[in-house]
């Protein structure tokens, strides 16, 4: 076992550890002291979220609201994550929980209106987003909500509604494309996701998950060359990225099936 028991080679390194730490604590310049707030939880939620890592930023949005419960988007982004994850009743206990500090807020009703429309309730959703609409001060994810609900429920205005929350996000804004991407791509509408994930990642290139999303539109619509492009710029962005090392395998596979197809044709012809 050496000179020192288990125990104390564990111990000692624990001490080095915090000696270590509290060393960086004073040789930090006064005014750069980490802070947890309710900010720092949601930018890391948003983060993982608009990666894919939905139980993540559940457990983050959920810190940003210990932290100060008061902030809006916090509320929205738990209520997207459990959306997300299938956990439809608890959705609703948490709409039910916003409202009771945000009444008649636009997007908090929207999103439950999506929540009962994922669930089949196409009447109670389509009412409960109605009036969602009409409350004062609805913004770009009340008619993100408006539009999903639109296109669960078989609805051909759905896509005016993204419309709507792309002219109220304003130019500049990646999220809201990015989740009317999502939208689409869940509807297996390729070629409208296609849309919105050029428009997100026009202005936001360093997302890994959002060129992945890209990539898979044009794989599935058939375009091989740019599904490769957007696969690589992916790889680019994050080279430890499982689902787009598959991906890339997979077309690769693909694009030699389809070579040897096409040869085979050539001979025939």
Not at 35 to 52: C, I, K, L, Q, V
Not at 210 to 218: A, E, K, V
Not at 244 to 252: G, I, K, N, Q
Request: aromatic share 14%; hydrophobic share 40%.
């Amino acid at each position: 076992m050496g000179r020192f028991s288990r125990l104390e080679r564990e111990t000692q390194d624990a001490l080095v550890k915090q000696k270590t730490q509290e060393k960086k604590v004073k040789e930090r310049p006064q005014g750069q002291e980490e802070t947890y707030d309710a900010s720092y939880y949601t930018r890391e939620a948003d983060e993982a979220f608009f990666h894919g890592e939905f139980k993540d930023a559940l457990q983050l949005y959920s810190r940003a609201i210990q932290t100060d419960n008061m902030q809006h988007y916090p509320w929205l982004g738990q209520i997207y994550c459990l959306i997300e994850l299938a956990q439809l009743k608890e959705a609703d206990v948490w709409c039910a929980r916003a409202l009771e500090l945000f009444p008649e807020d636009s997007a908090i009703l929207s999103l439950r209106a999506v929540m009962y429309a994922n669930r089949g309730m196409y009447k109670r959703a389509l009412a409960t987003s109605d009036y969602a609409i009409s409350q004062k001060g609805a913004e770009a994810h009340s008619f993100v909500a408006r539009g999903n609900v639109l296109l669960l429920a078989g609805n051909k205005n759905a896509s005016l509604c993204f419309i709507k929350a792309m002219e109220l996000a304003g130019e500049n804004e990646w999220q809201i494309p990015m989740r009317t991407g999502l939208i689409y791509f869940k509807r297996k509408e390729y070629t409208l996701a296609l849309d919105y994930f050029q428009k997100a990642c026009a202005l936001n290139v360093a997302n890994d998950y959002l060129w992945y999303h890209l990539g898979q539109c044009y794989h599935r619509l058939g375009f091989f060359t740019k599904a490769m492009e957007s696969y690589q710029q992916a790889a680019a962005q994050n080279p430890e990225n499982k689902q787009v090392s598959a991906a890339l395998a997979r077309l690769s596979h693909s694009s030699l099936f389809f070579t040897i197809f096409r040869r085979i044709l050539g001979i025939f012809r």
